[in-house]
């Protein structure tokens, strides 16, 4: 305990990534959308003719993956999703006395993280759950996971839209720092097919879901792994992205369930806006460390979008990042809320060798912004 406050240094010693079985193609969503439209404009043929409602327009897989990069997503169940009478999950619920279903999605991305780490759960005195949207308030969700671990310490939740789990890693670090942890988690479970509004057109692609976790330590503990050089954080309101699911929702009846209570956003207001931001937000973070971006061998960028990313690894580097200095699993993963960055870390870092430069950037709802500037130990 002694020498773990006195530390100044963090480091990420194992990290773990988990996601559900069922894999969900573009061609299959689309089969069902569509099936959807059509249902809905018959339904509605009367008013459509008369000019009194606007039909419901099909979707396409060559739209989805050019629009977003994405392929296949995986998901907690696709029957319901393939339904074209539900369009959302089948996720039964489960007794207050089973693990509730986020808290198990944390829990089998921590054990990997604990593995890699050489870590078992009683080592863990702090467990930071960082999350788009939590299944509910309270008890917290990272109490549950900190018990089903059999972790010691105290629990604790964070919501930041999509820099959650960055958010999660800093409190983590911050409190590894300080010396109110020596092992902490963070973990990031993202169910975002179940926020997603599978109707809508515009976006009824875009999620998957996952979890990520993260093992932090005093950095004279790790062995192996990367050392925490530093945390950026920056945020600026923004309603762009927004959910207003929430407990003030039953005052209004008539509108529980309407859309709004689901993701919804203002795509392409938000990919202007968060292009220059991040952009800028990752050089600044750089340039305070006097580092130039070509000395920085992985971005492991936030997943929401790939010609999004593309087009801030241009804008940093100056050029097109190879797929090997900007790891890409959103085509594979979906958008996985706050997960995706740190998922592409997790999988894309065996390669690097000790003293390289690492950069882990989150950015979305809110508007937040996270990077950790990471260096191969
Ligand atoms: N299938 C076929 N066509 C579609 C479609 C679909 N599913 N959805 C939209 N379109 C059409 C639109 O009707 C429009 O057609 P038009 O030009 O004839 O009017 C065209 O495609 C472009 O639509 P738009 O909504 O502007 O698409 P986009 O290129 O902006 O891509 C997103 C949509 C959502 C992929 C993109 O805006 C995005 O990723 N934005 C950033 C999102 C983000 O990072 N959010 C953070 C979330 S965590």
Request: net charge negative.
């Amino acid at each position: 305990m002694g020498s773990s406050q006195k530390t100044t240094g963090t480091a990420i010693t194992g990290a773990g990534v988990w996601h559900p079985e069922h894999v969900l193609s573009n061609a299959e969503l689309c089969v069902a959308f569509n099936e959807f439209v059509n249902r809905e404009n018959a339904r509605h043929a009367d008013d459509i003719a008369a000019g009194k409602r606007e039909p419901l327009k099909t979707s396409s897989p060559e739209f989805i993956e050019k629009a977003s990069g994405i392929q296949t997503r995986y998901i907690v169940d696709k029957t319901g999703v393939l339904d074209p009478e539900r369009m959302c999950p089948n996720v039964p619920d489960r007794p207050d006395d089973q693990l509730s279903v986020q808290a198990e999605f944390g829990v089998n991305a921590i054990q990997r993280a604990l593995a890699a780490a050489g870590r078992v759960g009683e080592d863990v005195d702090l467990v930071v759950c960082g999350t788009s949207m939590m299944q509910r308030q309270y008890p917290a969700m990272s109490v549950e996971i900190q018990n089903a671990i059999g972790a010691r310490g105290f629990g604790l939740d964070a919501s930041l839209g999509c820099s959650s789990a960055v958010a999660a890693m800093q409190i983590a670090s911050n409190a590894v720092r300080a010396g109110t942890a020596t092992c902490a988690i963070a973990v990031a479970p993202e169910l975002m097919s179940c926020h997603n509004n599978w109707r809508e057109r515009d976006g009824h692609f875009l999620f998957g879901d996952a979890a990520v976790a993260m093992v932090i330590e005093p950095l004279e503990r790790a062995k192996t792994g990367f050392e925490i050089l530093s945390i950026q954080a920056m945020s600026k309101f923004s309603s762009n992205i927004r959910n207003n699911f929430g407990f003030l929702n039953r005052f209004d009846p008539e509108k529980v369930g309407a859309p709004d209570k689901l993701f919804y956003q203002q795509g392409r207001r938000v990919y202007k806006d968060v292009i220059p931001a991040a952009s800028k937000f990752i050089l600044d973070h750089l340039a305070s460390h006097e580092l130039e971006p070509s000395r920085v061998s992985r971005y492991w960028l936030h997943q929401a979008n790939q010609n999004m990313n593309d087009l801030i690894a241009q804008r940093i580097l100056g050029r097109s990042a190879t797929r090997t200095e900007a790891p890409v699993i959103i085509n594979e993963y979906g958008n996985t809320a706050s997960a995706g960055a740190p998922i592409a870390f997790t999988l894309h870092h065996d390669d690097l060798p000790k003293g390289s430069y690492g950069l882990l950037a989150a950015f979305g709802a809110g508007y937040s912004f996270g990077s950790l500037l990471l260096q191969r130990l």
